[in-house]
């Protein structure tokens, strides 16, 4: 069986697209299937739209969770409760284009692979900014961290099971999944596809949403930020050092005329913004201690058309 978790958040127009969509590859493909519908908390008719989908079609699963928990936190209720042996993650705009299934599956089954990802290798249609500041995170954050993340790299990807049950095993409450994904390893098979665009409704995701993901990415899954903290600090203690014996020097052979105050005065506000940075960037990652600390759910279930599932995991 196959399982297919689609994340919604307020997408009651692009919904009945995929839907049709979807049915009609799943019933070319002639396999049995789930469709595992999270209701992230939408404030609009999704959860309706979805509930008269299960009406009609035994095979569609819906959970809707108590409020909007994020994307990250829908995955993960689709995956801890996902039956099937093959499972995949899809958007619910039609971004994940559904008719790369069949060959997904194929793959999966054909070739000695684990998993079968997807990644756009363009990014036509996307502000020109944000395709930058993507492709600048990718740089920064492959080096920097060891999980394996690739360049345009989509959530949708169909995995087998065992990987699937090693994702559930990562219950952290911070979750990147790009990372997660990378992390557990398991063999996987790329696949390219050029970029497709939302086909109704608007994106989730403005500027500073993505900008604020990217910095948890790298937070979740690198500790690098803390030794450049802590290299900044022994780098300008030894510049301090050669100033000071400059200063000694100059004072031991020229005397010491009167220099300036603004030179001390930029220095000090230089030096002070410099240590509120490093405590901002260890403050970064005591505030994901804490939230982990706490060990709260990941997501709650307020509504649904199974019996037995975790209802709050
Ligand atoms: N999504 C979600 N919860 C959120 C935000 C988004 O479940 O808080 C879902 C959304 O419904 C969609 C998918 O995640 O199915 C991707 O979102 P979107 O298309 O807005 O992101 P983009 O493709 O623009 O990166
Ligand atoms: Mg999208």
Redesign the pocket.
């Given at each position: 069986m196959i399982s297919l978790i689609?994340?919604?958040?307020?997408?009651q127009d692009?919904l009945p697209y995929f839907y049709s969509e979807i049915c009609k590859i799943l019933d070319q493909m002639r396999e049995e299937y789930e469709l595992i519908f999270?209701d992230?908390?939408s404030t609009d008719k999704t959860l309706i739209t979805i509930k008269l989908f299960a009406e009609n079609n035994k095979n569609v699963v819906y959970f809707s969770l108590s409020r909007?928990?994020?994307?990250e936190a829908?995955?993960y209720a689709g995956f801890c409760n996902a039956r099937g042996e093959y499972v995949a993650v899809?958007?619910?705009?039609m971004?994940d284009p559904p008719c790369l299934l069949p060959e997904m599956l194929h793959i999966l089954k054909e070739k000695e692979v684990d998993s079968v990802a997807t990644r756009r290798i363009s990014r036509d249609g996307e502000p020109l900014l944000r395709s930058w500041f993507a492709k600048q995170f990718y740089k920064i954050i492959n080096r920097i961290s060891d999980a394996d993340i690739v360049d345009g790299a989509r959530d949708f990807r169909l995995m087998k099971k065992d990987m699937v049950n090693a994702i559930v095993k990562m219950g952290e409450y911070n979750r990147f999944s790009k990372g997660i994904f990378g992390w557990v390893g398991f063999k996987t098979y790329w696949i390219s596809f050029e970029n497709v665009e939302?086909i109704a409704?608007?994106?989730?995701?403005n500027f500073w949403k993505?900008f604020k993901y990217a910095l948890d990415g790298i937070i979740n899954f690198s500790q690098m930020p803390l030794s450049i903290a802590s290299w900044l600090g022994i780098g300008m203690t030894g510049v301090s050092v050669i100033i000071l014996l400059i200063l000694i020097f100059r004072r031991l052979y020229f005397g010491d005329p009167v220099a300036g105050w603004a030179s001390i005065v930029c220095i000090i506000i230089f030096l002070g913004g410099l240590q509120l940075f490093c405590l901002g960037v260890i403050g970064q990652y005591i505030a994901k201690l804490y939230m982990e600390s706490k060990n709260r759910p990941h997501y709650i279930i307020a509504d649904t058309n199974q019996e037995q599932i975790e209802k709050i995991g």
């Open positions: 689609i994340p919604c958040f307020n997408e692009a999270v992230d908390g909007n928990f994020g994307k829908a995955m899809m958007d619910a705009d971004q939302r409704g608007r994106t989730k995701w993505l």
